[in-house]
């Protein structure tokens, strides 16, 4: 039975939350000196990413309302098979700039399914 697509987007909502978390009140100097936090972030990175390529297979009108997927998904499978040329500079700028808008827009489509 395939999984409801609403879930992909309950689990991009939990990992942007998370990153959000892990990151406050850290400067750009503080996240790249922390391995635990850049793991963290970049793992919720990964996740977020699986969970729109998922969406996207399952339900594509859906995910075409996702701002960006395609450089989301991309941006995953840099993280995942890059690993070793990670540019911790690259994932701070996305969390900055690209994070909160993805945020907004995966919680306005779960806001429109009547989920909070």
Do not use: C
């Amino acid at each position: 039975m395939p999984r409801d697509p609403r879930a992909y987007l309950w689990d991009v909502r939990v990992a942007v939350t998370d990153i959000q978390g892990f990151v406050a009140g850290l400067d750009l100097s503080a996240y790249v000196a922390s391995a635990l936090v850049h793991s963290a972030v970049e793992r919720k990175f990964e996740i977020i990413g699986e969970a729109l390529n998922q969406l996207a297979k399952l339900d594509p009108v859906l995910a075409a309302r996702v701002p960006r997927l395609p450089e989301i998904v991309a941006f995953r499978n840099q993280l995942i098979h890059g690993y070793a040329a990670i540019a911790h500079e690259r994932v701070w700028a996305t969390i900055q700039t690209a994070l909160p808008t993805l945020g907004s827009a995966v919680q306005d489509l779960l806001t429109e399914f009547g989920e909070d």
